[in-house]
């Protein structure tokens, strides 16, 4: 059976994702921004079709340029553009009976065997945009390489951009004058400074590539190149990866909105960051040894400190409470007084099953009743909230939280942000 994938990508989905609720941005530009509003790190296509309004950069330098040109801006709202993401991977995945989830606004899909392909993508297309309002690109072709590369001509080259397209509508020598014109940048796994390397050796189109001997890249570059240049040529080497990787390190940090100095304002920070970490540690059934804890001053400061201890666990643990308080012990020795604080974080690492983890002969065996409280308090984060149920120790302050003035809010997950009609 010949191999087909699909890439669904959710055009622009951060700035989709706050048009959903908002009918009266349609058309509008959109641009979201970083952590503590300090970047652009989504915009729509109306608004990165303006003239001289530089995207993907710091928010300051284009902020009066907003303003001019009526661009609504928003906060990053994780909770809401995760959600969203759940629920349109979810919608795709009744389309077929395989399913890779890439990225928050991506999927591979494995449509061997299906005989109405196209039929298939625009149906597809139109399910996630009646049931939750995204627009998505389907690109298809003989390996991830070719559907994702499709997915691209799908949105961006001109004849081709109504939303789907797949390699095999196009004969062999119509397929190489489209690759013709397409950068090898825009490659998948190609990177800048892969494409800037390839330009340098004349290799600067995805044709051009596809048709370059893969040993002699192999040996130039890497064998992964090697791979790519036989999945550009519709040989499949990469298979559908169904199944999340575990996580071998497990990382929670931020920068806080306003530099602290105080110790009680890392503490909440700290303890914050270990409980998420901590959450998704029990997710994926793991267990961790190793407790890192980093706190950074700013580093256009006086001597720009950087603090970074691991503490050691006497068996490994995925309990937030003794993980928090390895946290906790390791902030005490690493904290400095009269440092102006720009980022805090935590690092959970040698992970191992929960369910096959060696026990140490001289200590206690955990608790099966703390085991039952951890399960109790993801349950009731996961129904009524995220943050519902907190450490004491996060609640000593909350003035460390990131800024977030634009921020909208969490419609999907939040009963208090559900639209009302009056």
């Keep these: 059976m010949t191999t087909v994938y699909a890439l669904v990508d959710g055009n622009n989905f951060y700035a989709s994702c706050e048009r959903v609720f908002r009918p009266d941005l349609a058309g509008k530009p959109i641009v979201v921004l970083s952590n503590n509003d300090g970047c652009v790190v989504a915009a729509s296509a109306e608004a990165k079709a303006l003239a001289g309004l530089k995207m993907f950069g710091p928010f300051f330098e284009i902020a009066e340029a ?13 909770t809401l553009y995760g959600d969203m993401s759940r629920r349109m991977m979810a919608i795709l995945a009744e389309h077929a009976p395989g399913q890779e989830v890439y990225s928050i606004d991506e999927c591979f899909l494995d449509l061997s065997g299906v005989v109405q392909i196209e039929s298939l993508a625009r149906k597809m297309r139109e399910d996630v945009r009646r049931r939750i309002g995204i627009p998505v690109s389907v690109g298809i072709g003989a390996s991830k390489t070719l559907a994702k590369l499709a997915n691209h001509v799908a949105k961006r080259v001109p004849g081709w951009d109504d939303g789907v397209f797949d390699w095999s509508w196009l004969p062999p020598a119509r397929q190489d004058e489209l690759m013709d014109s397409l950068p090898v940048g825009k490659v998948w796994g190609v990177g800048r400074k892969l494409a800037a390397a390839l330009e340098e050796i004349r290799i600067d189109t995805a044709l051009k590539l596809k048709q370059t001997d893969p040993r002699r890249l192999k040996r130039q570059f890497s064998v992964m190149l090697e791979r790519t240049v036989s999945e550009l040529n519709g040989v499949s080497c990469l298979e559908l990866d169904e199944a999340e990787p575990e996580r071998q390190q497990i990382i929670a940090s931020r920068s806080f909105g306003e530099k602290p100095r105080d110790f009680n304002v890392l503490a909440a920070a700290i303890s914050h960051h270990i409980s998420t970490a901590a959450e998704k540690l029990r997710g994926q059934r793991g267990a961790a040894r190793l407790v890192g804890v980093s706190i950074r001053a700013s580093p256009f400061g006086a001597d720009g400190y950087h603090g970074y201890t691991v503490v ?19 902030l005490r020795a690493i904290y400095r007084r009269g440092h102006r604080y720009q980022k805090a974080g935590v690092i959970l690492m040698d992970i191992s099953p929960r369910d096959v983890r060696q026990s140490d002969l001289f200590a206690a065996p955990p608790d099966p009743r703390r085991q039952r409280l951890m399960q109790t308090m993801d349950a009731i984060n996961r129904g009524f909230g995220k943050g519902r149920i907190k450490l004491a120790s996060q609640a000593l302050t909350d003035n460390w939280e990131m800024r977030q003035d634009r921020r909208s809010p969490c419609y999907t997950t939040r009963l208090s942000d559900l639209p009302s009609v009056r």
């Design 66 to 78: 907003c303003r001019l040109h009526g661009v609504e801006v928003f906060s990053s709202n994780y």
């Design 312 to 330: 050691p666990l006497g068996q490994p643990s995925d309990d937030t409470l003794e993980l928090a308080r390895a946290a906790l012990a390791g």
